[in-house]
């Protein structure tokens, strides 16, 4: 189990207290190379400044209707668009074990999420036939909050539902975490500081709860264990910065 920074800081301090003073400085040194390295695991997916590491689902490179503003990145869906178009993204590379940690913020009456263990082909029209998404919402107005709990913002999408409403209004950024971690079969939602959703991510008790889902009868839904990271275009505006992913 990977220690958490704050646990290696205070191990290191410890140790430095009763040495000499060269050999605190040592201590000091290694300290910071250690925080240093530990921080350089996380993988930067998007740092407001260009669509690297992104493309259209099934496509090419991000282009309109997604746009730059203000360190994020947004979507502007055209109210006609040529059949069959859409615009969601995902990342060019795929993920196995990780944790995920991105910022979202939804427009009045909007609807949208994000995804894991998506698998891009022909035979996939959209990245929901394959990743489970968290959701985004706008709890307040959009009728998709009033079809059960667990379409609300920040649920695992129709199969488990957040243990509170911590979700800030439409126009507001909301900070979210996603865990997906099969060497423990464990993974969890914390969003704006609170943890709202765990759940297994295979086994009978996995199994169990997609068969209780709209998703129970989806060949290929949640099959891939290792897959790319989607971002839903669902016909609203939506905005998503700070990406950023440490693996497992």
Known sequence: MKKPLLFIALAAVFACKDKPKENKEEVQEEMTEIVEEKESEWITLFDGTNFDGWHMYNG?????????????????PPEERPEGANYNLVTDE?????????????????????????????????????????????DERHPDAKNGEDRLAGSLYDIVPPSEKVV?????????????????????????????????????????????????????????????????????????RNIKIKEL
């Open 168 to 240: 800030k209004p439409a126009g507001e950024w909301n900070s979210v975490e996603l865990m997906i971690n099969h060497k423990t079969n464990q993974g969890h939602v914390i969003q704006n500081g609170t943890k709202i959703v765990e759940f297994p991510v295979e086994g009978p008790e996995w199994d169990e709860l997609i068969a209780n889902s709209k998703f129970t009868d989806w060949e290929d839904f949640a099959a891939f264990k290792t897959g790319k990271i989607g971002l839903q275009d669902h016909g609203n505006v939506v905005a998503f």
């Open 94 to 138: 795929e993920f196995t074990d990780f944790v995920l940690t991105l910022d979202w913020k939804i427009a009045e009456g909007g609807n949208s999420g994000f995804f894991w263990g998506v698998k891009e082909g022909e035979e996939y029209g959209q990245p929901y036939v394959t990743g489970p998404e968290i959701q985004v919402l706008d």
């Open 60 to 76: 090419g490179e991000v282009t309109e209707p997604w746009k730059l503003e203000d360190g994020a990145m947004v979507l502007y």
